[in-house]
């Protein structure tokens, strides 16, 4: 039973980094309405900024290295959507070609990063942290300051949409593009800063995830980028919120799986419950009728 809560308790954080990956990707899909199959990779870059700020040069206090880093992946992913992908997804009006552009920048950014900092695996510089007792769960305090970090943003990301006119707009625009246009929205302007806060989610994303896993390896956010698209299918695609339920169900699902399985399939149960999804609910576990 001990082993089980606290499989449950990281389950938790894992799902805190897979909800702020999920709501990133999901954000721009909505927007774009195709998949950017580099997301993992910047993930990676992100975090690999952050390492720069805070081991390499700077010597930044982490979570200010953190800061740093995600705002710079989220103003390096403008500069790629208006001078790589955007020109594509003008010229070709299938989405097809624009996923097929992503895929090659995805390439592109794993080989830079192999290239700059070599496949040796690194690790931030942190204080060691004992555990804390909190319930049957056993967690660090970088741990818990995820799960606040997450909480934290989904609710900004809820606000956001809900009540400002940037949110609107992005809904709006995700709803319907042509008509956005005709009302007077400035489409260009919303894609852009959704462009910067999916970039910066990735690079937060990206560098939680090297703090809870203790390690930092080029192909990380590519590992997890699979998870990342379960997420997203089974909380249903281009849902917001089912984004963020549906990171809540797999990183719960895929942590406790260690209790009854060797913790080497557990990314596993991610591809079992999304084929599952697929049969029975391909639309997403958690999709309503129209968009969030």
Not at 49 to 63: D, Q, R
Not at 73 to 92: D, K
Not at 156 to 171: D, P, V
Request: without cysteine; charged residues 10%.
């Amino acid at each position: 039973m001990t082993l089980f809560w606290l499989s449950v308790g990281f389950g938790f954080v894992t799902a805190s980094v897979l909800a702020i990956s999920a709501v990133g990707l999901s954000l721009q899909f909505g927007i774009t309405n195709y998949i950017n199959f580099a997301y993992g990779d910047y993930m990676a870059l992100g975090a690999y900024f952050t390492y720069v700020l805070n081991v390499e040069f700077f010597h930044l206090e982490i979570w200010i290295a953190t800061l740093f880093g995600s705002l710079l992946m989220g103003v390096l992913a403008v500069f790629v959507n208006r001078f790589l992908l955007s020109p594509f997804a003008r010229r070709f009006n299938k989405t097809f070609y624009v996923m097929i552009v992503t895929f090659g920048l995805s390439l592109v950014i794993l080989n830079v990063v192999y290239s700059i900092w070599g496949p040796n695996v690194r690790a931030y510089s942190m204080p060691i942290e004992r555990v804390v007792h909190i319930g049957p769960f056993l967690l660090t305090k970088y741990q818990l300051i995820t799960m606040v970090i997450a909480v934290a943003l989904m609710l900004g990301i809820h606000l956001m949409l809900k009540g400002t006119r940037i949110g609107k707009s992005m809904r709006a625009i995700s709803d319907n593009t042509t008509l956005a246009m005709t009302s007077g929205i400035d489409t260009k302007r919303i894609t852009t800063i959704t462009w910067f806060l999916s970039g910066s989610m990735a690079g937060l994303a990206g560098t939680v995830l090297g703090i809870t896993e203790g390690n930092l390896t080029p192909a990380a956010g590519e590992l997890f980028l699979f998870v990342i698209f379960a997420a997203v299918i089974v909380g249903g695609v281009g849902s917001i919120y089912g984004a963020m339920a549906g990171a809540l169900l797999i990183g719960l699902a895929t942590e406790v799986s260690v209790v009854f399985i060797s913790a080497a399939y557990k990314l596993d149960v991610a591809f079992v419950i999304l084929i599952f999804a697929l049969l029975f609910r391909p639309s997403g576990l958690f999709a309503r009728p129209g968009k969030d």
